[in-house]
């Protein structure tokens, strides 16, 4: 059965860090892209950041600058570093991974979700 484990979650103060990893595992499909989602409460999910297998990333325009994306394909594991930290970033986060069949898209699979809280 595939899954996908976000962990890294919690409660930081405006300007802090945290760190999100989400590990894919069960899957006998190559993982193309990977990457993070987030819903603040009452509001539509909205993509934070992806990667390609190969490392080309794309960001938001509201975290440009302070979150990054990486991955250890090895392991099927994506990481979001997020710094300077802001009250807006609040949000349920989710990863995602899509996995293909050479260069086709069997299906798109999705994390449990992460809450992160930004406060003072």
């Known amino acids: 059965q595939v899954q996908l484990v976000a962990s890294g979650g919690g409660l930081a103060q405006p300007g802090g860090s945290l760190r999100l990893s989400c590990a894919s595992s069960?899957?006998?499909?190559?993982?193309?892209?990977m990457g993070w989602y987030r819903q603040p409460p009452g509001k539509p999910r909205e993509l934070v950041a992806r990667i390609t297998s190969g490392g080309a990333t794309t960001y938001a325009d509201s975290v440009k600058g302070r979150f990054t994306i990486s991955r250890d394909n090895a392991k099927n594991t994506v990481y979001l570093q997020m710094n300077s930290l802001e009250p807006e970033d609040s949000a349920v986060y989710f990863c995602?991974?899509?996995?293909?069949?050479?260069?086709?898209?069997?299906?798109?699979?999705w994390g449990q979700g992460t809450q992160v809280t930004v406060s003072s």
């Open positions: 995602s991974a899509d996995y293909f069949h050479s260069t086709r898209l069997v299906f798109s699979s």
């Open positions: 069960g899957s006998s499909f190559v993982i193309n892209a």
